[in-house]
Structures are given as structure tokens and as C-alpha cells.
């Protein structure tokens, strides 16, 4: 088979699978369900026209074909390991990947990354943006925040930021009555439980709306969060008090990543800078 062609993740899922001889257990340390790991299993032993395991009753075990690759498969991981240990020498525990909603890390995130940097000089960040739980697995991600509830993704561990509630804001002294709605407006997303308003204006995002609400085009229900430091510099003022939802923004991983020290540092620091 070409390189292009190795199927490198069935491998590794393989070589995990082989060393547990269990795919519950194999899938605990890859952080994904049982059903990925048989899927995977399934379309390996598909490519390569053999078969890897014996389906026993109880357990599984490796066919002799799958015993005798067993040995230079691992010792070719432990080359690409050695490979990315040199390309990352010096700069792999530096370097940290976030991934975030795109006006949470304008309105929120963005200034404290920057306080984070001046504390630890040695640090580099990668950001990305998301709308939801990211796939860990594919985008390489350290650290995610999300706005939700509770998230359900199986072997993903959270912790909230703050509880969260919706503010309504908008210029001060401003007289437009218009509304500016956005994805998290609960005008948007269920119109009918809200009395009849005037929409001036539909953004793509919360921090839009701040800033669509501070040029006086109207008032924005958003979430309070994003909102405290335009109100703090006094670019629009809240309307009324805040009002408690059942959602917030979460700090997510899968659970083995929560043990990197990078990771513990940056949720630590967010937690006692919020």
C-alpha cells in the first residue's frame, strides 16, 4: 500500500483495540465511543482484506496475521512519535489551541489571552472558531468554550465559566426602538414566546449585535458576558436587569487532556480572571 494511502488513524485505533484487547477500553483512551472503535475496526479489516480480530464471547483476541503486524506497527509509531517530539522540541508544551465562538473571543476572550501572554511570555496561541462542541479528534484542539447547556459529547469533561444571563442593551441615550436579533436571541430562535417587536436589523452573532446596538441601529438582548466590557466603557448601557438562562459558556476537553499542565494553567487563569 502507497503512504498516501495508510490509513494512520485505524491504525492507531487498531494498535489501541490490540493492547486492551477490549474496544470500550480502547475507546476510553482515545476518547471516543465503542461504536467508533468497531467502525474503525470494521473498515481496516475492509482495506486491508484481512481479519484482525476473533469476536469471542466475552472478549476479543488477536488473529495471528494481527500478532505478527503488531510488532513493527508499534515500532513504527514510536518513529512517527520520535518524528513529532523533534519537530515540536522546544515548542510543543508552549504551544496551546483554543477554539471558541467567534464574538466570545472578541468581546471576552481575546483580552485575557493577551494577560495570560504577558504572565507566561513563553506561550503561543492557535485560535480557532467553532458554533459548537468541536471534534476534538480531527481539529487537534487543546481547549474548547462553547455556549451551551450541559454538554452530552461522550468523554468530553466541562466546567462553566460563570452562570450566564441576557441583558438587554443598547447606545446611551439612544431612541430607536428596533431590535437587532442574533443566533442566541431567544427572539430568533422562538419568536412566538416573545411580544411583537420591531426586528431593524438580523446579525450573524452576539458581538455584532453589541456593536450594531452601540452605533445606535437599535437594542440587543445578549448575553451578559459579552456585554460587560462595552458596558463598563460605557459604549452602551443595560436596559433593565439581566435575566438568568439555562445555558452558559463551558470549558471543554476530553478528559485525559484536563491532566496537561498547559491546560490546567489556562482554565485556572480564565476561571479566576472572569
Not at 26 to 50: M, S, W
Request: hydrophobic share 50%; charged share 20%.
Amino acid at each position: 500500500m502507497k503512504r498516501t494511502h495508510l490509513p494512520l488513524n485505524a491504525l492507531r485505533v487498531f494498535d489501541a483495540a490490540a493492547r486492551h484487547l477490549s474496544f470500550t477500553k480502547a475507546a476510553d483512551e482515545l476518547a471516543v465511543t465503542p461504536a467508533a472503535v468497531g467502525q474503525q475496526i470494521r473498515a481496516l479489516e475492509d482495506t486491508l482484506g484481512v481479519v484482525l480480530f476473533k469476536r469471542m464471547t466475552r472478549n476479543l483476541e488477536l488473529t495471528a496475521e494481527a500478532e505478527r503486524a503488531l510488532p513493527a506497527l508499534r515500532a513504527g509509531f514510536l518513529q512517527f512519535e520520535e518524528s513529532v517530539r523533534i519537530l515540536q522540541d522546544a515548542q510543543g508544551s508552549k504551544v496551546l489551541t483554543l477554539s471558541a465562538p467567534r464574538d466570545f473571543t472578541a468581546k471576552w476572550l481575546a483580552a485575557r489571552l493577551a494577560r495570560f501572554a504577558a504572565a507566561n511570555p513563553d506561550i503561543r496561541f492557535v485560535l480557532a472558531a467553532n458554533d459548537g462542541v468541536p471534534d476534538f479528534t480531527q481539529a487537534n484542539l487543546d481547549l474548547a468554550i462553547v455556549f451551551s447547556g450541559e454538554p452530552e459529547a461522550e468523554g468530553i469533561h466541562g466546567r462553566t465559566l460563570a452562570s450566564e444571563s441576557l441583558v438587554l442593551v443598547q447606545a446611551p441615550g439612544a431612541a430607536n426602538p428596533a431590535r437587532i436579533v442574533h443566533p442566541l436571541d431567544p427572539q430568533a430562535l422562538e419568536p412566538q414566546a416573545i411580544e411583537p417587536m420591531v426586528v431593524g436589523l438580523s446579525v450573524a452573532d452576539a458581538g455584532l449585535a453589541i456593536d450594531a446596538a452601540a452605533a445606535g441601529l437599535g437594542s440587543a438582548l445578549v448575553p451578559a458576558t459579552l456585554a460587560a466590557a462595552d458596558i463598563a466603557a460605557g459604549r452602551v448601557v443595560a436596559l433593565g436587569e439581566a435575566t438568568p438562562i439555562n445555558a452558559a459558556y463551558w470549558l471543554i476537553a476530553p478528559t485525559p487532556q484536563w491532566r496537561q499542565a498547559k491546560v490546567r494553567a489556562m482554565v485556572e487563569f480564565l476561571l479566576s480572571d472572569g
